[in-house]
């Protein structure tokens, strides 16, 4: 157990609609960071915060939106959908606000399917 | 920018064999890397990670890492598969070194071991 947990585990739902995922970060940990997992692309880096403040954006599109509040935990908003934002959404923290000296600890991750 | 590549989506290996999976970088500056296990269902997990103290590096699950920078590789090897190492196996870059980032990964190694 990693102590990151997301929620929730499975979301179905149809284009054109919006979603909201969640992630509570192990205790103590001040960064999160959003990864897309799909066949084709890969584990993508989406964003990152540190202590409620974005700190490194990475291939995260216009209709995607994250934000991190003062209790730490994160939510990634998903809004009009498409086919091909169907993929695992992963939620991963850390203590410190780079990954190079502190590992991340991830997730079980979010199975987002668009119909 | 930085990027890793992971030579061979799939790696099949009789149990008791040894494992090599390939990954070969790309960084202008020294990089900092890491290799994730990631099992079915579940999120990633740190192997183990290089950040210029030692070129041999060891991880968990008996697995170990060597730095070449004469060849701009860091290939995961373990000498003996155990059935419980199939899995997909990651590579990843530090973008930066320091600094917020979000890590860059490799498409990721699924390696099956054979009874």
């Known amino acids: 157990d990693s102590g990151v947990t997301q929620t929730p585990k499975h979301l179905i739902t149809a284009t054109g609609q919006r979603v909201t995922l969640r992630c509570s970060p192990r205790?103590?940990?001040?960064?999160v960071y959003w990864y897309q997992q799909s066949l084709d692309q890969g584990l993508q880096f989406l964003i990152q915060?540190?202590?409620?403040?974005?700190?490194a954006k990475g291939n995260i599109l216009e209709r995607f939106s994250a934000q991190q509040f003062p209790d730490l935990h994160s939510e990634l908003n998903l809004s009009s959908l498409e086919l091909g934002d169907s993929a695992l959404y992963f939620c991963a923290s850390s203590p410190r606000e780079s990954s190079y000296n502190s590992p991340l600890h991830f997730g079980n991750g979010t199975r987002l399917t668009v119909t | 920018a930085q990027s890793v590549t992971q030579l061979g989506s799939h790696v099949s290996v009789s149990e008791g064999a040894l494992v090599l999976l390939r990954c070969n970088y790309s960084?202008?500056?020294?990089?900092?890397l890491f290799w994730y296990v990631q099992y079915p269902n579940q999120g990633l997990q740190l192997l183990l990670k290089y950040t210029s103290a030692a070129t041999l590096v060891k991880g968990i699950n008996g697995f170990e890492a060597e730095f070449k920078k004469s060849e701009t590789s860091f290939h995961l090897t373990k000498p003996s598969a155990h059935m419980s190492d199939a899995a997909e196996y990651f590579c990843?870059?530090?973008?930066?070194?320091?600094?917020?980032?979000?890590?860059?990964f490799g498409k990721g190694t699924h390696l099956i071991i054979q009874p």
């Open positions: 990843a870059v530090s973008p930066s070194g320091g600094g917020a980032d979000g890590l860059t």
């Open positions: 915060y540190y202590n409620g403040e974005e700190r």
């Open positions: 205790s103590g940990d001040l960064s």
């Open positions: 960084s202008s500056v020294p990089p900092y």
